[in-house]
């Protein structure tokens, strides 16, 4: 049923939950819409589990040794996922249609459980080997990454190269003026 998930984010990202059509996405996945109602028997369940499958990637904790090759990887996975159908999906989800008040629970439901994965345990862990400071502000440093990157993406369509996730990586930790 991965093919559902699938096919359900790229139907979000196309034409937004109110549009979405449970037929419409058993044809394009090949799949009987009885098959479907049978296991999400409403709309919104299927989106909630395609959404959950689509925030798998924030489970991915990179170890490189040290803060800032993490960051940068963790950075690429942010700007991987932004371009892909399955971030658009959420974007869509969160941001266009955020006056839904099912679909911006979903949303944030999906975020608040990735967001204690992967990019949790980077931090912590530098924490832990004195990287950070034990008042650093995880979600700041967190939210000021992927937000630039999601600006980048889609305020400003444009590319995510390596350069400016370094570039960007190095602003949220040295800062404008560099260490003090």
């Known amino acids: 049923m991965r093919a559902v998930l699938d096919v359900a984010l790229q139907q979000l990202a196309k034409v937004g939950f109110e549009r979405l059509s449970i037929p419409e996405v058993a044809d394009l996945a090949g799949v009987n819409k009885t098959s479907i109602y049978r296991r999400w028997p409403s709309k919104a369940e299927l989106v909630r589990d395609a959404l959950d499958a689509?925030?798998?990637?924030?489970?991915?904790?990179?170890?490189?040794?040290?803060?800032?090759?993490?960051?940068?990887?963790?950075?690429?996975?942010?700007?991987?996922?932004?371009?892909?159908?399955?971030?658009?999906?959420?974007?869509?989800?969160?941001?266009?249609?955020?006056?839904?008040?099912?679909?911006?629970?979903?949303?944030?439901?999906?975020?608040?459980?990735?967001?204690?994965?992967?990019?949790?345990?980077?931090?912590?862990?530098?924490?832990?080997?004195?990287?950070?400071?034990?008042?650093?502000?995880?979600?700041?440093?967190?939210?000021?990454?992927?937000?630039?990157?999601?600006?980048?993406?889609?305020?400003?369509q444009r590319d995510v190269p390596d350069e400016f996730l370094e570039q960007l990586v190095d602003l949220v930790l040295f800062g404008a003026v560099g260490k003090r």
Do not use: C
């Open 54 to 156: 689509a925030m798998n990637h924030a489970e991915q904790a990179p170890d490189t040794g040290e803060l800032r090759g993490d960051l940068v990887e963790l950075a690429r996975n942010v700007a991987s996922f932004a371009q892909s159908p399955a971030g658009a999906a959420i974007v869509r989800i969160m941001h266009a249609e955020g006056g839904n008040s099912e679909l911006r629970a979903l949303g944030n439901r999906a975020y608040r459980e990735a967001s204690k994965l992967g990019p949790w345990v980077v931090l912590n862990r530098a924490q832990a080997r004195g990287e950070l400071n034990s008042d650093a502000n995880f979600s700041l440093v967190l939210f000021t990454i992927a937000g630039a990157i999601m600006h980048r993406v889609f305020v400003e």
